[in-house]
């Protein structure tokens, strides 16, 4: 089979799912996160069912595929769905929460010594009557009550004292799901803001929150399992996959290049600070948790503040718009077109779009880099408003791709019948479809 009847087999097997069912691409009823993917609470969260079905049906036509990419692989959505295929596995992401979340998705599973382990970590908490707080936030007092530190501090010192790395990588992530439900942050919006007096009033009893984290995590550790091993996919409590996890803005050069067979990803759609903050989601959680158990952590300082991790993200540097512009304008007419109608409304808001896409053009060079010849790329994409100018981010990645010799194969637009995003972020008021762009290298 040639390209050209590979190409033509894989839009035919795509646009066969949607036959006679326009709907079917939003995954209504079908959006269940289950087995691996229950394992954490993140923003915008791609939906497990529908990535699984588009990789089968690349996998159907191009039988080379052995190994997936995912250069934002934020909580790890590809990352399962690869595993559940035995597929080995390549995931970047700049935020250290995402790296903890692969890790304990990769395994193992060692689900009877977990639950012995968990017994004496309950018992040493239950023996802890110290009231020190572990660790040391800015403003801690204003982020979590006087109870919640202790009991969080005690969760802390338990975890600490655990011998084996696997099993502490399990805790921190019910730590991080624990934090965000206890903080006296709000769960509506993923950026940190206050709640009423009322609100902090009713937080529930820190303990028993972690307990049931640990019960839902464990449930899902069974499942992930249970499913491993009906695919074959499981030697010894330990996944088949060959899973490589690294800690790197994707806009920067790669200490280490991999050769994959396929990319399915979905990127930021803007600049954290302006669209889904997912520095400021994370910041919390991860000042609770021991960072020397997280792996490879390549970037430093990422937690000096709330918004550092934001900031550090693609577009999060406003600098030089101007002549990165330039270096653009060649490359996307969509963006010149978009950045022309928002000069005419809101001069001021264009510089956080240029340098967004500016970085997702390098992040998209690297990424590239990881992919051998010929090999198709699945991109889950929204187009958010600026100015309320709608950036058609799925037009400007197809140019930027074209613009490097990459073939387009397909779009797909979906609605989101449910928001994944937090209702009160102004992007999910302005945000009701995606779009999966389906490209070749």
């Known amino acids: 089979m040639n390209l050209t009847e590979r190409d033509s087999a894989l839009l035919n097997k795509v646009t066969s799912y949607s036959r006679g069912n326009e709907a079917y691409w939003s995954f209504k009823g079908r959006a269940k996160r289950q087995y691996c993917h229950a394992l954490i609470q993140y923003p915008a969260m791609m939906v497990p069912a529908m990535q699984g079905e588009l990789i089968d049906a690349v996998l159907e036509t191009d039988l080379n595929v052995k190994s997936i990419i995912d250069p934002f692989v934020g909580s790890g959505t590809t990352l399962g769905e690869a595993m559940c295929r035995g597929l080995d596995f390549v995931g970047i992401d700049i935020n250290p929460l995402s790296i903890l979340a692969c890790e304990v998705k990769s395994g193992p599973l060692y689900i009877d010594a977990f639950n012995l382990k968990y017994s004496v970590l309950t018992k040493k908490v239950q023996n802890d009557k110290s009231i020190d707080v572990a660790v040391q936030i800015k403003n801690i007092d204003k982020w979590f009550t006087k109870e919640v530190q202790q009991d969080l501090s005690k969760l802390?010192?338990?975890?600490?004292?655990?011998?084996?790395?696997?099993?502490?990588?399990?805790?921190?992530?019910?730590?991080?799901?624990?934090?965000?439900?206890?903080?006296?942050?709000?769960?509506?919006?993923?950026?940190?803001?206050?709640?009423?007096?009322?609100?902090?009033?009713?937080?529930?009893?820190?303990?028993?929150?972690?307990?049931?984290?640990?019960?839902?995590?464990?449930?899902?550790?069974?499942?992930?399992?249970?499913?491993?091993?009906?695919?074959?996919?499981?030697?010894?409590?330990?996944?088949?996959?060959?899973?490589?996890?690294?800690?790197?803005?994707?806009?920067?050069?790669?200490?280490?290049?991999?050769?994959?067979?396929?990319?399915?990803?979905?990127?930021?759609?803007?600049?954290?600070?302006?669209?889904?903050?997912?520095?400021?989601?994370?910041?919390?959680?991860?000042?609770?948790?021991?960072?020397?158990?997280?792996?490879?952590?390549?970037?430093?300082?990422?937690?000096?503040?709330?918004?550092?991790?934001?900031?550090?993200?693609?577009?999060?540097?406003?600098?030089?718009?101007?002549?990165?512009?330039?270096?653009?304008?060649?490359?996307?007419?969509?963006?010149?077109?978009?950045?022309?109608?928002?000069?005419?409304?809101?001069?001021?808001?264009?510089?956080?779009?240029?340098?967004?896409?500016?970085?997702?053009?390098l992040a998209l060079d690297n990424s590239l880099l990881n992919l051998r010849d010929n090999a198709y790329m699945i991109w889950t994409l929204g187009n958010r408003r600026i100015s309320n100018i709608e950036i058609p981010l799925d037009s400007i990645m197809k140019e930027l791709l074209e613009y490097k010799g990459c073939s387009f194969i397909h779009q797909i637009e979906r609605e989101i019948p449910s928001k994944r995003m937090a209702i009160k972020n102004n992007i999910a008021s302005t945000m009701d479809k995606e779009l999966i762009l389906m490209m070749r290298k």
Not at 258 to 281: A, E, H, R
């Open 156 to 361: 802390y010192r338990a975890i600490q004292a655990e011998k084996s790395k696997w099993a502490r990588k399990i805790f921190w992530l019910c730590m991080s799901n624990t934090v965000r439900t206890v903080c006296n942050s709000r769960g509506s919006t993923f950026k940190l803001h206050i709640k009423s007096s009322e609100q902090i009033g009713s937080t529930p009893n820190t303990l028993e929150v972690f307990a049931k984290n640990i019960e839902k995590s464990i449930v899902a550790l069974k499942q992930q399992k249970a499913v491993l091993e009906e695919m074959g996919n499981l030697r010894r409590a330990i996944s088949k996959s060959k899973v490589s996890i690294m800690h790197a803005d994707t806009s920067k050069t790669m200490k280490k290049n991999f050769q994959c067979d396929l990319l399915v990803s979905s990127p930021p759609y803007g600049d954290n600070n302006t669209t889904v903050t997912y520095g400021q989601f994370s910041y919390l959680s991860l000042k609770w948790i021991d960072e020397r158990d997280i792996d490879n952590l390549e970037i430093k300082g990422l937690l000096e503040n709330q918004n550092k991790i934001d900031s550090s993200s693609l577009g999060g540097s406003l600098r030089q718009a101007s002549e990165k512009l330039e270096s653009l304008r060649c490359k996307s007419p969509s963006l010149i077109r978009a950045v022309n109608e928002i000069q005419e409304v809101n001069p001021d808001n264009i510089k956080k779009l240029i340098t967004f896409i500016f970085d997702l053009d």
